[in-house]
């Protein structure tokens, strides 16, 4: 038999047409590849989605693809990785490679090299090649150079507050401790993230490592600039205020569940940023008043 491509969407359309939702996801293909029928995108979304609604992997990854490229619709990589992510829960291995990509480019999430990795792994053991490919070379080089960034600045941090802990144990000594504890916490979770280690998929473990961040990026920015304290303090309560207003305002249940993780990872930097800048003033404060308060006292004399 010849193939004929207008006859197999002729039949694609009666099967479409009664429900079938296999048929319905195949019709979807042939009008976004103009087999069989002229390419038009608006009528592929019309059938993926019906197919997709229903639970169709094929439907639901292709669906996910229009939103990615914004064909036929406005390009939304939230809701793209929200089908990817319907299709990967299912097992499908090009969704699942799809979820990975998503994650490891940060389109419409997070960049999470660990989740990437997660779900690369489940594609790979598919045979997905495209995934087998992507945990041969998961590092890309904007990761390396973060990763690099990570650190030199805490390594810069860690000798910063060594050197200045000389002299007898004293308040500056037990702040260089903190300081050296903190950037040394802080290195043990970046290295556990590197290498995927299994509490490193967590949350709590990226709220962690967000919160660490943002108070390695507060001290750090006070090794440079010594007066920074009340700035970084004022600058980060406005973006955390500012933030958190968007986010409310631009609140959507659909996008919801991807966006939770960009939401209370965004709050735990910034958070974190606040609180060593907000011990330094109050230390600030502290120390002057009791610099004001021995100067006000009398001194010796002779009766």
């Not at 699942?96 to 997660?118: C, F, I, N, T, V």
């Not at 709220?207 to 304290?229: C, E, P």
């Not at 209370?264 to 330094?280: C, D, V, W």
């Amino acid at each position: 038999m010849p193939q004929d491509y207008a006859e197999a969407v002729r039949w694609y359309r009666k099967a479409a047409d009664q429900g079938d939702v296999k048929a319905q996801g195949f019709l979807g293909y042939m009008y976004y590849n103009g087999k069989g029928a002229p390419q038009d995108n608006a009528e592929a979304i019309r059938w993926y989605r019906k197919a997709a609604d229903l639970g169709n992997v094929m439907a639901q990854d292709n669906l996910g693809y229009m939103y990615f490229e914004g064909k036929g619709v406005p390009q939304d990589y939230v809701e793209a990785v929200r089908w990817f992510r319907k299709a990967a829960d299912q097992g499908y291995a090009k969704a699942q490679y799809d979820l990975g990509y998503m994650y490891s480019q940060g389109k419409g999430l997070p960049p999470d090299h660990a989740e990437a990795a997660r779900w690369f792994r489940k594609a790979a053991k598919q045979g997905d090649t495209k995934a087998q490919r992507a945990l041969k070379t998961r590092l890309s080089t904007p990761s390396k150079v973060l990763i690099t960034i990570e650190f030199l600045g805490t390594i810069l941090l860690l000798v910063s507050s060594y050197r200045s802990a000389g002299g007898a144990f004293g308040p500056q000594q037990r702040t260089a401790i903190v300081k050296e504890l903190l950037g040394l916490s802080y290195l043990v979770l970046v290295c556990m993230g590197l290498f995927q280690m299994g509490v490193a998929q967590t949350n709590a473990f990226r709220f962690t490592k967000n919160l660490l961040a943002g108070m390695v990026l507060a001290m750090l920015i006070s090794v440079i600039w010594q007066q920074s304290a009340k700035s970084v303090l004022r600058i980060s309560g406005m973006l955390f205020v500012a933030f958190n207003l968007y986010a409310i305002a631009h609140y959507d249940v659909k996008h919801f569940a991807p966006a939770i993780r960009m939401f209370y990872l965004t709050n735990a930097l910034l958070i974190g940023t606040a609180i060593p800048s907000a011990a330094a003033v109050w230390l600030a404060a502290k120390t002057y008043q009791e610099g004001q308060s021995r100067s006000g006292q009398a001194a010796p004399s002779q009766t």
